[in-house]
């Protein structure tokens, strides 16, 4: 809650790509990884700079490049011969629009804690494969913090076996958190299943079926970029709320038992996946 309520906090106005706030929480992450005390994924540091053109909007005269950045840490794993697992969660949001600031506490400073967390988790106690921290720039412009990353991998990318995507996770309206994903890659339900078993609050499955419109989140966020390079991936997210993409979306709405429940069962899933893959 600590890392959500700063993330989405004034100072950080909405976190947009290429603004002052963005360039903020890019900081901050690079901050936390330090503290928690994992090394940078490139040999050049934890960012990976890229620039981002936005779509023109209708009514918009023109379209300058933003300067973006990716935030990459490295959890070296205990069985070297294995595959890397991708854990990521876009730390950009929409900024300050109409004069309104848009906080994202839910999308995506709720993801970014639990990245974070999940980091902490394996600094302390490593994982078999070797997991990379990934916080992606520029979601909200396209998924493109995803793409440049995939452009340019810290490691080879037939070497990623799974990329674990965390995308609004805090909200808890309906009591329940979705693992999307299985349609695509059913080889991971039985561990998710395990899981979703022992659970302390709803793990369902499901919004990624072909040919169902908004109902399917393949595309949604960044783990869509995972999908067209034909890696496996199981996102985690809640369904949408009334306060999604909202100047509204503020940390007072979380409900720091439901997160607290979600992190936790988000860990026990990567620890599982990483048991059993
Ligand atoms: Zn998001």
């Known amino acids: 809650m600590d890392d959500v309520r700063t993330l989405s906090s004034d100072g950080f106005d909405g976190r947009r790509t290429g603004s002052e706030g963005g360039r903020k929480a890019r900081a901050f992450v690079v901050d936390r990884f330090k503290t928690i005390g994992l090394p940078p994924a490139f040999e050049g540091g934890y960012e ?38 991708v854990a990521s969660a876009h730390f950009d949001h929409l900024g300050v629009r109409n004069g309104q600031r848009h906080p994202g506490a839910d999308d995506n400073a709720s993801g970014t804690a639990v990245l974070l967390a999940l980091a902490q988790a394996c600094r302390d106690e490593p994982f ?65 299943d395990e899981v979703a078993a022992r659970a302390p609050i709803a793990l369902r499955f499901g919004h990624d079926r072909p040919g169902t419109g908004h109902d399917d989140w393949t595309m949604q ?17 809640v369904e949408d709320h009334p306060d999604y993409h909202k100047p509204s979306d503020t940390a007072d709405k979380i409900d720091p038992q439901f997160f607290g429940k979600a992190a936790a069962v988000i860990l026990d899933a990567l620890r599982t996946l990483d048991r059993t893959r």
Do not use: W
């Not at 990976?48 to 973006?68: D, I, M, N, W, Y």
């Not at 793409?147 to 674990?164: S, T």
């Open 48 to 85: 990976q700079p890229f620039t981002v053109t936005p779509k023109l909007v209708p009514g918009q005269s023109g379209s300058t490049p933003l300067e973006a950045a990716n935030v990459v840490a490295r959890c070296a794993g205990t069985d070297a011969s294995l595959p890397v697992f």
């Open 128 to 192: 078999r494969h070797t997991v990379l921290f990934a916080a992606f720039d520029a979601e909200e412009l396209g998924l493109e913090g995803a793409r440049a990353f995939l452009a340019a991998p810290p490691v080879p990318r037939d070497r990623i076996a799974l990329n674990v995507n965390l995308d609004m996770v805090a909200r808890g309206d309906k009591g329940e958190l979705y693992a999307a994903g299985l349609y695509h890659t059913p080889s991971l339900k039985p561990a998710l």
């Open 221 to 237: 966020s960044d783990h869509g970029r995972f999908h067209q390079a034909k890696i496996p991936f199981v996102y985690f997210g």
